[in-house]
């Protein structure tokens, strides 16, 4: 159907070197966007490639750069959707380990679309005052309230609180460190480390709040000390609503952007010959 698309490209010089010069498909990058009406949503299954996207539908896999186009994907691998071993391998690359990248939250937001509950009127009267924001009505016939359910909100912190843990020695804790506190010999929380001296650990986004026991460092179990009194510096999401609200790790966001790229636009298959025209005539000037 067509020759490869990157052939067409002209040949540059750049620092001594001769190349393709890429920046010239951002020229036509619009041009078949214009009638949307000629595009169909896609939702890519796991380990599809475009080659064979492009192949199976288009009966041509070396016009797999037309979906990279309409796409606005840049970057062919890491602008396509990842399977699950490709993207840990990415996390790892990125991060240095699945954990860290899991465990570092970067802020906190209201976890309304994963709670589903429904709470009748005579429930919703006797919650707490501080509940009542958390939720909204729904209305039926004659003005009346169904049920209420999860205010649809996107709310997010920063952070959830702050504290300093005082500590007799400061074996090597150092600003970043993520934090485990472990009492009788069992994990039961973590936290992120701000600032650390000789005596205090100030820390940040504690999860699952544990204010006795030991305090090590995730890195380096060597690294660890006896928590001796918890002052509290500042709260955000007061405890009796943690419920309503969850942590969002980089891994979170990044799980969360490559899910956005499973779903893609397809060029209508009887377009794709005039488009492949109209990218030639404009390549060769």
Not at 48 to 60: E, I, V
Not at 67 to 89: A, Q, R
Request: charged fraction near 25%; charge should be negative; glycine fraction near 6%.
């Amino acid at each position: 159907m067509t020759e490869y698309y990157f052939t067409k490209l002209p040949i540059i010089q750049y620092n001594n070197y001769q190349m393709r010069n890429i920046s010239e498909r951002v020229t036509m990058v619009t041009t078949p966007r214009l009638a949307p009406i000629d595009y169909f949503p896609y939702e890519l299954g796991n380990s599809l490639r475009p080659d064979q996207l492009a192949g199976a539908y288009y009966k041509d896999a070396t016009v797999d750069w037309l979906i990279y186009i309409v796409n606005k994907i840049v970057d062919p691998y890491y602008g396509w959707h990842l399977y699950d071993p490709d993207f840990d391998n990415y996390i790892i690359d990125k991060y240095g380990d699945l954990a860290t990248a899991q465990q570092t939250f970067i802020f906190w937001r209201t976890n309304w679309p994963s709670d589903f509950q429904k709470i009748f009127p005579d429930s919703f009267d006797r919650l707490d005052g501080a509940f009542k924001k958390y939720f909204q009505p729904t209305w039926g016939d004659g003005n009346r309230i169904l049920y209420y359910e999860r205010r649809q909100d996107d709310v997010t912190v920063n952070v959830n609180k702050i504290v300093q843990y005082q500590i007799t020695s400061n074996p090597g804790f150092a600003n970043g460190d993520l934090l485990i506190i472990n009492n009788g010999g069992e994990d039961v929380g973590q936290a992120q480390c701000m600032f650390a001296n000789d005596t205090v650990v100030t820390a940040k986004n504690l999860f699952n709040d544990a204010y006795v026991g030991e305090l090590r460092q995730r890195a380096n179990t060597n690294i660890q000390a006896t928590i001796n009194n918890v002052v509290t510096i500042s709260i955000d999401i007061p405890d009796a609503e943690g419920a309503f609200w969850e942590p969002v790790s980089y891994y979170d966001i990044e799980r969360e952007a490559n899910e956005r790229k499973r779903f893609i636009d397809l060029l209508g298959d009887t377009y794709v010959m005039p488009v492949v025209e109209q990218v030639r005539r404009e390549l060769q000037g």
